[in-house]
């Protein structure tokens, strides 16, 4: 039997965490950045997926370069993934209110399967895709690059961030085996600001893989004296009425930033899960109070 599907994980907070979909982000913000996140996804069903990530990111040189690095760990079933990237993003000033931002990162990846859990029920005996009460580990390098432009208020970004399609299957013997497939990501947002103490803060994500399902997520969120943002999402994917709508908050307070967000599914896997769950901090090295005005501080 041959499967496919998307691979790489989803985040709805994905307008605050751009680094780890695209490579050019780094150091975009104007400002050194720390970031934590939590994801949850279908909770109450076992053995659920969920994603842990922290990230850096800062301009050098004078805003002319990007640094950033993440460490991300996801677990769903018996699968436990690490995985570990360094981007690096050069900037060209087209002029005062428009840059362009070209990124590079480099990937490495531990893939871990655990048969000796429990809940492992083999199908077929003698299966070599199955190693009995043992754990497999294989790890992979790949790279990624991606474009990042921005101009006054909005942004646009396509990145691949893993590029060669890696052989991540266990079962030597067998002619068809899984590879990791690269990902397409578009991005885009702006800030639209309606009055003195309200802005509009719309964005949009296009994610597409081989022989998925085109998924887009679409945010619409409103931003009250640049401290309080509140939102809500509309995630296509699968078929009928889509993947998921979702309700995200963020609270910002000088430099520290925190949001939370809830997926309420719209598939029919929704009838076996209450939804997911996401919580992110961020901490913002700003040098000075105004600097909170500019409009990167909020992607």
């Known amino acids: 039997m041959i499967a496919y599907g998307q691979q790489e994980n989803q985040y709805t907070q994905f307008m605050y965490n751009q680094l780890v ?12 950045s720390f970031q934590a996140l939590y ?19 800062t301009p050098l040189l004078g805003d002319r ?11 769903h079933g018996i699968h436990n993934i690490w995985n570990g990237s360094m981007a690096y993003a050069y900037n060209i000033k087209i002029n005062k209110e428009t840059s362009f931002r070209f990124g590079i990162q480099g990937n490495i990846r531990n893939f871990n399967i655990d048969f000796s859990d429990p809940s492992v029920r083999v199908q077929q005996n003698n299966d070599p895709s199955v190693t009995a009460d043992d754990a497999q580990n294989k790890y992979t390098g790949n790279f990624g690059a991606g ?8 942004y646009f970004g396509v990145s691949v961030p893993s590029i060669y399609p890696n052989e991540i299957g266990i079962n030597p013997l067998s002619r068809e085996t899984a590879e990791e497939v690269p990902h397409l990501y578009a991005m885009a947002g702006t800030l639209v600001q309606i009055s003195s103490k309200v802005d509009l803060k719309p964005a949009v994500l296009l994610k597409r893989v081989k022989n998925a399902p085109l998924d887009l997520d679409i945010n619409l969120s409103f931003v009250y004296d640049k401290r309080i943002t509140a939102g809500i999402s ?5 078929d009928g009425a889509g993947e998921s709508v979702d309700a995200l908050v963020m609270f910002q307070y000088n430099s520290f930033g925190f949001g939370i ?11 076996y899960n209450n939804g ?24």
């Open 234 to 238: 509309y995630r296509l994917g699968g």
């Open 21 to 32: 979909l695209n490579p050019a982000y780094a150091g975009a913000r104007g400002h050194t």
């Open 147 to 154: 474009i990042y432009l921005t101009h006054k208020q909005m």
């Open 65 to 75: 370069v990007g640094l950033g690095i993440s460490i991300a760990n996801h677990t």
């Open 261 to 271: 967000s809830y997926d309420l599914g719209l598939s029919e896997l929704s009838d």
């Open 39 to 57: 994801r949850a996804q279908w909770m109450g069903f076992e053995k659920a997926p969920t994603s842990k990530l922290l990230s850096f990111n």
């Open 276 to 299: 997911s769950f996401e919580a992110m901090i961020r901490y913002d090295f700003i040098k000075e109070r105004n600097d909170i005005a500019n409009p990167r501080f909020f992607f």
